[in-house]
Nanobody, 121 residues
Framework: QVQLVESGGGLVQPGGSLRLSCVVSGSIFRIYAMAWYRQAPGSDLDVVALSRSDGSTNYADSVKGRFAISRDNAKNTLYLQMSSLKPEDTATYYC???????????????WGQGTQVTVSA
């Protein structure tokens, strides 16, 4: 089994910064794409940033220039550095990873439990 655990959320003032982390553990053979999603109350789950195994990244237009996704493959960890935070960034942030488990030829998507980010004065 594979587990994803996020951390780093909290309450921050507008213009502030936070760094989210997501550690992937368990029966891992290889991790492919990893991504951060977020869901605000009453809204859909939206992709925030994507990190592919080839090193390429993509960002939602709403966070370009403010957020940076990175990964430490040796530690099976994904990060999201969030700067110049706005109240509209308030949401629960979820980590997603496409993982090939040990002994499996297939890849599956796994999700973390989410971490709350609240941007408010």
């Amino acid at each position: 089994q594979v587990q994803l655990v996020e951390s780093g959320g909290g309450l921050v003032q507008p213009g502030g910064s936070l760094r989210l982390s997501c550690v992937v553990s368990g029966s891992i053979f290889r991790i492919y794409a990893m991504a951060w999603y977020r869901q605000a109350p009453g809204s859909d789950l939206d992709v925030v940033a994507l990190s592919r195994s080839d090193g390429s990244t993509n960002y939602a237009d709403s966070v370009k220039g403010r957020f940076a996704i990175s990964r430490d493959n040796a530690k099976n960890t994904l990060y999201l550095q969030m700067s110049s935070l706005k109240p509209e960034d308030t949401a629960t942030y979820y980590c997603n990873a496409e993982v090939q488990s040990t002994g499996s030829e297939s890849r599956y998507d796994f999700w973390g439990q989410g971490t709350q980010v609240t941007v408010s004065a």
